[in-house]
């Protein structure tokens, strides 16, 4: 007797059919498509034998029912992007999704390279320097009235130039005298020092720290022999074209203070009444 050749769900032979081998048990395409076959996800209906079986992400699409579910257009061998469950193609994905250039409007499509800053988005030929209509790119850049400038030509047009090295302040500069200086270059006429955050003062229109400005002006305490800067609100003493500060202000014998007291000159000395009385 031939040996039976039966599909292996319902039995009924194969001898003269189409049938298709699964885990080495033949079986007939009814079966095979009633079993194994994936359903498409657009018409909810096998995909048969004879199809063209599409997938991505674990679904499956007849040939003709993959499509953009926007405008209908096939999408087999063409780029396609996803949004909740529905494949697009890239022109409906950009007009619906992309950000638009802020300069030129149109769409930037998908996988195109882009420009962002503070939530706008430019195409990366159209993010250029307003003064000199270059690519900005990767390289620094400062925003002024909704326009980009590249550094260079921001510090020609607005930056203000600092009054000692005559080169443009972008930031960090300070106001002396209305005129603009960087932090740098305002320094002590004496000593070079910063005097950004210092307290200083000045002499013929020159900055000076308060130890150069006490060094080389201030007048000297005929009792310490320091200088007496005069300067918040300190408290001196003039008598005869000498000074003294007021905790200086002292008799020369007993050191009583001689603030807003009488007292008496002995050649240099200042004397107390009661020491002097023996003048």
């Known amino acids: 007797m031939t040996e039976r050749f039966d599909c292996?769900?319902?039995?009924?032979?194969?001898?003269?059919?189409?049938?298709?081998?699964?885990e080495e048990s033949p079986y007939c395409i009814k079966c095979y498509e009633s079993l194994y076959s994936n359903t498409c996800e657009e018409c909810k209906k096998p995909i048969g034998c004879d199809c063209k079986d599409l997938s991505y992400k674990d679904r499956h699409w007849h040939e003709t029912c993959f499509h953009c579910f926007?405008?209908?257009?096939?999408?087999?061998?063409?780029?396609?992007?996803?949004?909740?469950?529905?494949?697009?193609?890239?022109?409906?994905?950009?007009?619906?999704?992309?950000?638009?250039?802020?300069?030129?409007?149109k769409t930037i499509m998908p996988g195109t390279r882009k420009m962002e800053y503070k939530g706008s988005s430019w195409h990366e030929t159209c993010f250029i320097c307003h003064r000199c209509q270059q690519?900005?790119?990767?390289?620094?850049?400062?925003?002024?009235?909704?326009?980009?400038?590249?550094?260079?030509?921001?510090?020609?047009?607005f930056a203000m130039q600092?009054?000692?090295?005559?080169?443009?302040?972008?930031?960090?500069?300070?106001?002396y005298r209305e005129q603009p200086w960087h932090k740098e270059c305002f320094v002590c006429t004496g000593c070079k020092k910063q005097l950004s955050g210092q307290r200083f003062t000045?002499?013929?229109?020159?900055?000076?720290c308060l130890n150069c400005f006490c060094s080389l002006y201030a007048?000297?305490?005929?009792?310490?022999?320091?200088?007496?800067?005069?300067?918040?609100?300190?408290?001196?003493?003039?008598?005869?074209?000498?000074?003294?500060?007021?905790?200086?202000?002292?008799?020369?014998?007993?050191s009583?203070?001689?603030?807003?007291?009488?007292?008496?000159?002995?050649?240099?000395?200042?004397?107390?009444?009661?020491?002097?009385?023996?003048?």
Do not use: M
């Not at 600092?162 to 106001?175: D, E, S």
């Not at 009488?262 to 107390?272: A, H, P, V």
């Open 135 to 157: 690519p900005i790119g990767t390289k620094s850049f400062i925003p002024k009235d909704n326009q980009n400038f590249c550094v260079p030509c921001y510090e020609k047009q």
């Open 202 to 208: 000045s002499r013929d229109e020159f900055a000076y």
């Open 8 to 22: 292996h769900y319902c039995k009924e032979s194969l001898f003269g059919k189409k049938y298709i081998l699964r």
């Open 162 to 175: 600092c009054v000692q090295c005559k080169k443009p302040i972008t930031t960090g500069g300070i106001t």
């Open 256 to 279: 009583l203070s001689l603030v807003g007291r009488g007292f008496l000159t002995e050649r240099d000395d200042i004397l107390c009444p009661e020491c002097g009385k023996d003048i």
């Open 219 to 254: 007048k000297k305490c005929a009792g310490c022999t320091n200088p007496i800067s005069g300067l918040g609100g300190t408290k001196y003493i003039s008598f005869e074209e000498r000074q003294w500060h007021n905790d200086c202000f002292n008799c020369t014998k007993c």
């Open 70 to 105: 926007q405008c209908k257009n096939s999408l087999v061998d063409k780029p396609f992007a996803a949004k909740e469950e529905n494949l697009l193609c890239t022109e409906c994905y950009s007009n619906e999704y992309s950000s638009k250039c802020s300069e030129c409007k």
